[in-house]
């Protein structure tokens, strides 16, 4: 590592602090992402049709779960990016300085998730029986029908009160109600923050930090409630019998997992041109990488600590969750999902060397979300009666790949437009001035 | 043990770690090798410099995971399937979900204390005397806010006139001369 830090440091040949730029905006190269975006959700969408059209109903039925997969994606960037700006605001740290336009910008595309919950709670009901049956004479029908068994229905009526179609569209406008209130307030401080005509004064550091930390403090107890309100209503109830007191938990970390790989890598990207060139440091990319690893080892912690809970429970309700996903050929992609979303990334955190190399920062920062993605499938795809227990690839698998590249690439051209909205660098804070010191070696 | 005479090396004390970073690597480029930093608390950078970041403490670090997490999950299977068989609730004797716990917990143990003890032992620890507690200001300073730069008078290259030249005009508080 040593020779990384020498020629950096020599190849300058001052030790004085370094200077912002004069124009702190996003380069011009977003332009050019938010195209080449925009290009790929366009044919992953022709693509997704494709497969609605070739898979017949079975391929109907996946594009919904596909659909699924890349709503929980989109929305760990936009609650989870929410989440993250709130942790900085209340820890403090030059990390966060770093990334906060980052993750504003991800805030910011909350309107995007909120058109996209529409479809789940419009054509969900292939995905969740409580859409299928929203009522009680209903759920009594289908038990009469045999659509149903008696477990689902005994479930379904108890569960009703916060599972069916009016609940959840009131714990939606909830979750998005929050989520745009205290992302807007965020949002709109950070600007005045940075207009503040006491800006670089104690006095000013003191009154935005003071506020900013008031709202995110309650904000990220609220937050893991929301999260677990989303992930009980859209994930947990694809199995409507099963439940697991861990499981928000396990999406909270989750988000923590994707929304830093995607925000260390928009900063490792944007460091080609002005001003990330000039702000990100050595320094800050290590302690990013270490919080990752972090959030990796969080995340197989509290997914095996579920596993080994349920495991030695052995219950009739909560085993066959797990039976679905592991018997009938899943035991492969289960293992895969270790390997892939945990092995490799923890494996490749853990060297020095590669935390602070940008390539390879950025194509392991893609490979998690990929991991994450190929986690999410593992999740929801088991779920339903005709692959539980049986993996198997038809044409409605592929839908599994073009919806959510489709939706999370439409996704990134709206980030990438928030996030060209504002300029890149924090200027009204402390850390700023400690961001621009030479690192010791320079 | 034989008395010993004569010169450790010359100690270089500064101000902040940034000057003792930007002094070891001129050391380097002057061509010493023999040369150690003394900081009151860890500085990243000037380990960098002293490129003594590559050492066998990882290795040493992962064997004994290795050794803890081996252990401990040969030690459950022994006793849960042949040394001590019990039925719990039907499952089968070798269930390894229930054993990955305690493994991990030995592995995290055994590769702590390796990481630990490895750390002191390529350190020559336990050392009762060091010739540097020799200098006032080290023993002062080293372990509150200065920042020292030793280069050892076993370098080949070390001589005592033109090592202090060298180290006085990279402009530190002062350079003194420490016995053995």
Redesign the interface.
């Known amino acids: ?2 020779h990384a ?2 020629t950096h ?2 190849a300058h040949g001052h ?1 004085g602090p370094r200077v912002l730029p004069a124009d702190l905006s996003a380069p011009p190269v977003v332009n050019l992402w938010r195209s080449r975006a925009l290009i790929v959700a366009a044919v992953f969408a022709v693509l997704a049709a494709l497969v609605g059209l070739l898979g017949g109903p079975n391929g109907a039925a996946h594009i919904m779960r596909g659909y699924l997969l890349g709503y929980m994606i989109c929305f760990a960037f936009c609650g989870g990016g929410l989440c993250m700006l709130m942790l900085q605001y209340v820890t403090g740290g030059k990390w966060g300085l770093l990334l906060r336009r980052p993750l504003e910008a991800m805030v910011g595309t909350v309107p995007y998730l909120m058109v996209a919950t529409i479809p789940l709670l419009l054509f969900g009901k292939g995905l969740y029986l409580w859409e299928r049956f929203p009522t009680i004479a209903s759920v009594h029908d289908a038990l009469k029908n045999g659509l149903i068994n008696e477990g689902q229905a005994h479930s379904l009526s108890w569960k009703h009160a916060m599972l069916n179609p009016w609940s959840v569209f009131v714990q939606m406008l909830v979750v998005y109600g929050f989520i745009f209130v205290w992302g807007s307030l965020l949002r709109r401080w950070s600007l005045q923050r940075d207009l503040d005509p006491n800006r670089g004064t104690m006095k000013s550091y003191d009154y935005w930090r003071i506020k900013t930390e008031n709202l995110s403090g309650i904000g990220v107890l609220i937050y893991s409630i929301i999260l677990t309100i989303v992930a009980i209503d859209f994930m947990m109830s694809l199995d409507i019998n099963w439940y697991s007191t861990m499981f928000g938990l396990t999406f909270l970390v989750g988000q923590g997992y994707v929304v830093l790989a995607l925000s260390v890598h928009t900063s490792i990207r944007l460091s080609k041109w002005e001003p990330f060139a000039t702000i990100l440091r050595k ?1 800050e990319q290590y302690d990013l990488g270490k919080f990752m690893l972090a959030f990796v080892m969080l995340n197989i912690y509290l997914t ?1 600590g579920q ?2 809970i349920i ?2 429970g ?1 219950q009739a309700e909560e085993i066959p969750w797990y039976l679905n996903r592991i018997r009938g050929g899943w035991w492969v992609i289960c293992s895969l999902d270790f390997i892939f979303h945990w092995v490799v990334p923890f494996m490749m955190l853990l060297s ?1 060397r590669l935390k602070y190399s940008r390539s390879k920062m950025l194509a392991l920062t893609t490979w998690m979300i990929f991991a994450r993605c190929f986690d999410m499938f593992w999740l929801i795809e088991p779920g339903f009666p005709d692959t539980a227990r049986h993996f198997h690839i038809s044409v409605g698998t592929f839908a599994y790949l073009t919806v959510p590249v489709a939706m999370i690439a439409l996704w990134m051209a709206y980030y990438l437009t928030q996030l060209k909205s504002r300029a890149l660098v924090v200027v009204n804070d402390p850390h700023t001035v400690e961001i621009l010191e ?4 320079h | 043990m034989p008395v010993m005479y004569g010169t450790y090396g010359l100690l270089a004390e500064f101000d902040t770690p940034a000057e003792l970073t930007r002094a070891t690597y001129a050391a380097k480029e002057a061509g010493y090798r023999r040369m150690e930093c003394y900081t009151p608390y860890p500085v990243e950078e000037v380990a960098s410099a002293l490129d003594v970041h590559d050492n066998r403490v990882p290795l040493l670090t992962l064997l004994g995971g290795l050794m803890g997490v081996t252990t401990a999950f040969l030690m459950e299977t022994w006793i849960s399937v042949w040394s001590y068989p019990i039925n719990v609730a039907g499952r089968p004797l070798f269930s390894w979900p229930a054993f990955i716990i305690p493994a991990y917990e030995w592995t995290i143990l055994f590769a702590g204390l390796s990481a630990c003890f490895g750390m002191f032992a390529l350190n020559g620890l336990p050392q009762p005397y060091h010739p540097l507690f020799n200098a006032p200001n080290f023993r002062l300073g080293a372990t509150d806010n200065k920042f020292f730069l030793c280069l050892e008078a076993i370098d080949p290259q070390f001589d005592r006139e033109q090592s202090r030249a060298f180290l006085e005009q990279l402009q530190p508080v002062s350079v003194v001369e420490v016995d053995l």
């Open positions: 590592m040593a830090i020498d440091g020599h030790h320094t095996f596993f080994l495991w030695s052995n020095r030479p690192e010791h070696a």
